[in-house]
Structure formats: structure tokens, C-alpha cells
């Protein structure tokens, strides 16, 4: 039994790869322990350059808080506790002093567009679709993804239609909106290692001080707030008949 993900480090690139394929690797209670050693990992060692994170598999990068166990919260205070420690981990993740790059190497829905939209960068397998289908479910994003989503330079309208929409939208177009860097065919590794070529090039002193620029950004415009805004957002819905109804509606639908 795989502990739901792993992370190695090669040559100054380190990957954290969500390994829960038989959940379209959904995120739970381990794998946010997973981010947990990973953050720490980055703090403690400075021959990372750049942080990776990908899921196992070619049909999803990641979908989303693992339902099956997750709809066992069905209070505002326990979807709460849930939501802000995940929204916890992101922000730390967000404000790394590296370059943080979403490898997305197949569906991205949910919680995992979340991720996926708290990193630096998002490279998009052809194939793949994402969004934040969370409306689908009658919940706003709770991890904070709605924020970072704008902060991230799309249009606004782009954004909020996004978000609103709560639907996939295939690669070209996440492309076309602004919210992919890159559409990519074949090797994942491939198009991160094109990728990350000119930043290689670069002292990783100076790639600190960017993402130290744009942290003070965020500190001014009160981000960390606004996700705990967020978060408490998504738990009022969490707990309302709507949410529950359409969470058993999942579950019953793949149990057929
Ligand atoms: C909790 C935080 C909140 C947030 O803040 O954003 C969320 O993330 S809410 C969760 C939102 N995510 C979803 O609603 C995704 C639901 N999943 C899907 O829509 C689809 O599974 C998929 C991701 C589009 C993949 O479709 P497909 O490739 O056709 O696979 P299946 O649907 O057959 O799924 C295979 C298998 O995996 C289980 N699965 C998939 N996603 C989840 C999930 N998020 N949680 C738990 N389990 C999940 C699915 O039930 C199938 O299981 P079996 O039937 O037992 O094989």
C-alpha cells in the first residue's frame, strides 16, 4: 500500500507526485501530509530549484478533496477544519522561495484546479481539462483557489467566468484565457524541462527575491485574509442540503 504520494528530488528539481490513480488522485488526509513534508522539505534543503507537482498516471492530475472521505464532514465546522488546513498548506506552498510549477498531465477538477492555480506556472497536457466545477456540488472553492484565481493576471471577466461556469474547459482554451503557460504533447518531463531551461540559467538567489516581491504584493493586498474569507465562504455552503445531496449523488453514481 503506497502512502498516496512521493517526492524525489533530481538535479535540483523536486517532484511531488500524488499517487492515488484508483481516486483520479484525490487529495486526502495523507496526501495533505505529504504537502506538509514537502514544504519542509524545501525550507530545509537549498539545492532545490524549482518544485514540481504532477499526479501518477496519464488520466488526472488531480480530482479535487477525496469525497469518499471527506462527506463525512457535514458541518460548517469540520468542512472549516478540512478546508483551512489545506488552504494552510497552499499558502505556504504559494509563498515558497522557489519557482512552484503545476505539471498537469491529466484532469485538474475541484480542489486540484485549486493546486494547480496556486502554483507559479501551469503546463497542460493536450488532453487534459480542468476547472473548478465546485458549483457543481452547490460549494464555492474552499482551499483558496477562487483568490489566488485572481490574482493570477487572467482578465477578470476570464476569471469570474471560470469560476462561475463551474465546467472543464479543455487546454487550448485554459490557454487562450491565460490561465495555462503551456499546452503540451508527449513526455511531461519533457515540456518541464524545456520549460525550465532559461530559468536554470538563472542564480537561485534572484528567483528568491522575485517570489519576495510578489509575497509583499499579496501581504499588501491582505491575501492570506481574503482565503480565510474564502475558506469560511465554502463552509457555510458546505454544510447546506444542496452540497450534501449532490456529494451522495457522486457517491451513489460510482457505486452503481
Ligand atoms: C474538498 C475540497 C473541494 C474544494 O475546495 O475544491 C473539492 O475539491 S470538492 C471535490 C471536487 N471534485 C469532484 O467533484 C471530482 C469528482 N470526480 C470526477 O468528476 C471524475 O471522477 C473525474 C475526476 C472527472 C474523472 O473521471 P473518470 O476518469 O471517468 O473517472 P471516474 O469518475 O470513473 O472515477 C474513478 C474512480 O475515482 C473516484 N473518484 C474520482 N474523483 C474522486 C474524488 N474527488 N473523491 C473521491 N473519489 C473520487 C470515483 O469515485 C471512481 O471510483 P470507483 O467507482 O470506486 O472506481
Redesign the pocket.
Known sequence: MTKGYFFEEVDGVLTFTIDRP???N??NDDVMDGFREVIDYVHTHDTVRFLVITGTGD??FC????????HTLTTAEQASS??SK?AELLYEWATLPVPTIALING?A??????IATACDFRLVAAEAKCG???G??A?T???G?GTYLFERGLRHDRALKMLVDAK?YPAQQLYDIGWAMRVFEGEPRNALEEFIEDMRKVEPGVHKAYKEMEIRKWKNAGLYTRIQQEVAT?SLLWEQEPHLAAVDR??SK??K
Open positions: 484508483e481516486r483520479r484525490a487529495i488520466r488526472a480530482s479535487g478533496g477525496d469525497l469518499s472521505e471527506f478540512m478546508l489545506m484532469t477538477v475541484g480542489g486540484g484546479c485549486e473548478f466545477i465546485q457543481t456540488l460549494i472553492t474552499g482551499w483557489g472543464t465554502c457522486f457517491l460510482n457505486k
